[in-house]
């Protein structure tokens, strides 16, 4: 089981990752057959090629994440709650998340999930 020291790089590495606009980094903190659903409920990202698309549009919108506090582990899993800023529709917006990361035994993001609905967006100030 990876550490809370790991953990928490791992997190800071996916922020950095989005500072960057850099879809590869990203990647590269999943496991061959990570999942992701962000936001839940929607269809499950499932592999490397399509969590890499995923983060490549998602990226193209100059989206920047702020944490917004620190990040809570447990066992081989982290939470962290954070403030997305992307251009959507013309106009920079604010979008509220938490994203909860599953971490396997090498260290690497098993499953993510990003937690946000429609009350979570806003305009920036």
Do not use: C
């Amino acid at each position: 089981m990876p550490t809370p020291e790991q953990m928490i790089a791992a997190v800071h590495g996916y922020v950095a990752a989005f500072d960057a606009g850099d879809a590869e980094a990203a990647v590269a903190l999943f496991a061959e057959d990570a999942t992701v659903e962000d936001p839940v409920g929607t269809p499950a990202k499932i592999g490397h090629d399509d969590i890499r698309a995923f983060y490549t549009a998602s990226m193209q919108t100059g989206a920047k994440l702020h944490l917004q506090g620190p990040v809570r582990v447990g066992e081989d899993y982290a939470a962290f709650a954070f403030q997305v800023r992307l251009n959507w529709e013309g106009k920079t917006s604010t979008v509220d998340v938490i994203d909860i990361f599953r971490f396997n035994a090498d260290g690497k993001v098993a499953k993510m999930e990003a937690y946000f609905g429609p009350t979570n967006f806003g305009a920036a100030s």
